[in-house]
Structures are given as structure tokens and as C-alpha cells.
């Protein structure tokens, strides 16, 4: 019988708007916890840090144990952690003497579930038989853009027709999503990416010097990203004044609009585009964005800048992981777990550096800003690097048999 791989397109975006749904439906809670239970907000504030943190350990695991127990039951236990976490996450802190300790143990539940989706969502789909396999990867990376502004702009009109009380009604619906892909994952076709053994290991990949570039490639992909939608909201704030709900829906959501669009458009017409010359495009604006954050004192530039970034972001990590993916053919699950441990990495890494930069400067966010230059700057130079020096296969091939 012929394999109905639109099935498992359809599973793989599913499973991006699930991993959208763990990352930013906490955060939209921050506050509720502390005046609910009464953890301070510097507490609250290691919420994304152990979620982060447990996606990077997520990340270095996959690499050795997935090929062993297999996509399937890997990408449906995903599913399964997502939404149990989620489930979680409305009762557990009620059980402990301390609710932050209840907090905690759902977000590293539904966290391993995020972190199995990152690794395995694209390996899947750079399986299938599809014909252009960088717009289906951009495609693919987009709905995690609408999933992250269906989350913030759903959840805001939940709150304010039931009222923020009701969160956990919400986050049990939330958690529907990922049960209902369990089914999906289980029935659809998937296919490996490289037969049994064949893929390159840790050691193989760190042995070709071009690898590195594309690790920095990624670590820059995840920084310039998040750099600007972690702080979007708070730039926002202090640069028109508006309510936080208002600031939610005109910075990080809007940010994540236009970066689906961005990843929508080359979905759609990237068979005609040079992918390196898009991302070297990409990176330059980006540049511009974060020079309008942060040298113009005028609200609207500032906030016009943040919302361009998120086109400018847009084919940065989805475009890296297939410039990767075409340089190392037989990279396997060992080059997906690493990668997406780079732009954790850089995800991290990088708002962490515009916070800090701002804080040092009295907490101006402006300079805070001028910091976050470096990351699109950097992944020009690298994409050039990767441009003009392509690697030959018999490199490649000669690191595969090491």
C-alpha cells in the first residue's frame, strides 16, 4: 500500500504547536502563582530556566538512546510527557507542603516532552520522500510560530471572559492537543534516516572542523531568536506603557506572527530561493532590527524593530538545521540532538546577555539591545563561511568511517 506521509506532516505540526504550548502557556502564569500560592517572582523566575535546562539534558540523550529504542516510541512518548505535564501542572502543586516543588516536577515533565519533539520532529520529516525538503522544513518550523501566538492571544481572551482563576480548565484543554497526537504518531508512516548503525556518532561529528560552524550557526539562530521574544514583552512595556496584557499581544506575540510568515513564505516559495542568501538576507536584517531597539529613542521604532526581527529570525533555525542536513547526509538523530542542543544553547545564552548587559547599565534595555548585535552578526559570517567554502562529500564520507 502506498504511505500517506501527509499523515506524518501532519503529526510533526501538531507536534511543534504541543511543544509551543509547554513553552510559553507557564509563563502567561507567572503572576497567578505568586499571588495564588505565594512563591516570589524571583522563584518563579527558574520556571524556563529548569525547562531549558532539562531540554539541553533531553537533547544529549537522544543522541544515544533514540536509535536504539526507535522513532515511534520515542516521538509518542513526547506526546505523552507534553501532555501529562501539562495535566500535572493542575493538581500537583495543591499535594506538595511546598507548591513550587509541584510546579516544578510538571514542568520537567512536560519539558522532556518538549525536548523529544525538538530532537524529533525534523529528523522525521527530512525522512519522508517530499521533494523540497528545506520549505518543508520551514513549513514545518512555522507552526510553532502560530502555535506560540495561538497560545498567548487564546489564553488572553480566556482570561478575561472566565477569568485567570480558570487556568487550569484551560491547561487541561491544552493538554488535549498532545493526547490526541499520541494517535497520530502511533498510526502515521515514519521512516529513518539512516539504517541501523550507519549514522554518524558525537565523536565523528565534532571531528569535522565545518561541524563547528554549524553548531555557532545554531547557537546564533537560537540567540538572535529568543534574544528579542524574551524580552519583547518587557521593551514593550517600558517603551509605550501599556498594560501587560496589551504588551503580551504587541511584542512576543506579534514577534511570533511575522517569524510564521517568515517560515510560511519560504515554505511556499522556497524551491525558488537560494537558502544560504536568504538566511545571509536574514541576518543582516535582523542586524537592523536590533540597531532599531536599540539606538532610537522613538517607542514606535523601537517597537516596529521588534516586531521586523520576527521575520528576520524566521529561516534561522529552521535554514540552519538544513544547511546541516544537506552538508552531513548521514548525520542521523546525533546531528538533530546536537544542533538542537545549539540553539538551546543559544537560547539561553543569549537573553540571559541582554539582561544582563541592561542590568549593568541601570536597566536600560536600549543598551541591553545594542548586546544582542553580536548573534546576527556572527551567523552572517558563519553562513559566508559555509558559503564560500563548501565542504566536499569525500571529507564528509572519510569523518563517517573514522
Request: charged share 10%; hydrophobic share 50%.
Amino acid at each position: 500500500m502506498t504511505k500517506n506521509y501527509r499523515r506524518t506532516l501532519i503529526a510533526c505540526y501538531l507536534g511543534s504547536i504541543t511543544q509551543a504550548i509547554t513553552a510559553n502557556f507557564a509563563p502567561l502564569l507567572f503572576l497567578s502563582f505568586h499571588k495564588t500560592y505565594g512563591i516570589s517572582l524571583g522563584t518563579i523566575a527558574l520556571v524556563p530556566t529548569v525547562f531549558f535546562f532539562t531540554q539541553l539534558v533531553v537533547d544529549i540523550l537522544c543522541g544515544i538512546f533514540v536509535d536504539r529504542i526507535g522513532y515511534r516510541k520515542c516521538v509518542v512518548a513526547s506526546e505523552l510527557f507534553s501532555g501529562l505535564g501539562l495535566i500535572f501542572l493542575t493538581f500537583l502543586p495543591d499535594l506538595f507542603p511546598n507548591p513550587f516543588a509541584g510546579i516544578i516536577i510538571a514542568v520537567i515533565v512536560y519539558a522532556i516532552g518538549a525536548g523529544l519533539i525538538e530532537v524529533l520532529v525534523s529528523p522525521i520529516v527530512e525522512a519522508c520522500p517530499f521533494e523540497n525538503k528545506e520549505a518543508t522544513m520551514s513549513l514545518l518550523h512555522s507552526f510553532y510560530c502560530w502555535g506560540s501566538a495561538g497560545v498567548i492571544m487564546i489564553s488572553s481572551v480566556f482570561f478575561i471572559f472566565f477569568g485567570i482563576e480558570n487556568w487550569k480548565i484551560l491547561a487541561c484543554l491544552w493538554a488535549i492537543i498532545p493526547m490526541y497526537n499520541i494517535f497520530n504518531f502511533a498510526t502515521c508512516p515514519i521512516e529513518r534516516l539512516t539504517e541501523d548503525g550507519k549514522g554518524m556518532t558525537y565523536l565523528q561529528l565534532f571531528g569535522v572542523p565545518v561541524f563547528w560552524i554549524s553548531v555557532i550557526l545554531m547557537i546564533c539562530a537560537g540567540a538572535s531568536e529568543l534574544s528579542m521574544a524574551q524580552w519583547a514583552s518587557a521593551y514593550a512595556e517600558s517603551a509605550l506603557g501599556l498594560s501587560k496584557t496589551v504588551c503580551d499581544l504587541a511584542g512576543p506575540c506579534l514577534f511570533a506572527i511575522t517569524m510564521g510568515i517568515s517560515r510560511a513564505i519560504f515554505g511556499k516559495f522556497g524551491e525558488h530561493m537560494n537558502l544560504k542568501n536568504f538566511m545571509m538576507g536574514s541576518g543582516i536584517l535582523c542586524l537592523c532590527c536590533y540597531l532599531m531597539a536599540s539606538l532610537f529613542e522613538s517607542p514606535a521604532i523601537g517597537l516596529a524593530g521588534c516586531i521586523m526581527c520576527g521575520f528576520s529570525v524566521g529561516i534561522m533555525w529552521p535554514g540552519s538545521i538544513s544547511i546541516s542536513s544537506r552538508t552531513f547526509p548521514s548525520g542521523g538523530t546525533a546531528m538533530f540532538a546536537l544542533l538542537a542542543m545549539a540553539g538551546d544553547l543559544g537560547g539561553s545564552l543569549g537573553p540571559a546577555l541582554v539582561g544582563r548587559i541592561a542590568e549593568s547599565s541601570g536597566n536600560n534595555m536600549h543598551r541591553g539591545m545594542l548586546a544582542g548585535c553580536i548573534f546576527p552578526v556572527a551567523l552572517v559570517i558563519c553562513v559566508f563561511i559555509l558559503k564560500s567554502r563548501p565542504v566536499h562529500s569525500r571529507t564528509v564520507e572519510r569523518n563517517e568511517r573514522s
